[in-house]
């Protein structure tokens, strides 16, 4: 996820995510694999520490979608 007006969104054309939330066993655990393909305005691939910024964005936000389903079990039951 990239902060609209954020040094980073401002090196970006366009990004497309993709959340995958997979069943790993019982008692509801489960794993979440973020995909993330972006286009920079200039064409070059994001340096390591901007990718890493990029991923981390997304892997908060499930975070904290996760928090919220924990607290409110019955939501999407």
Known sequence: MVVEGSVLAAQLKS?????????AGEGGSCVVSVTVEYERLDGAPLAPKDQA????????????????L???PGEFA
């Open 15 to 23: 990004q497309v995510s993709e959340v995958r939330v997979t069943r």
């Open 53 to 68: 910024k990029l991923v981390q964005g997304y892997l908060g936000l499930v975070k904290r979608v996760e928090e919220y």
């Open 70 to 72: 924990i607290a409110h």
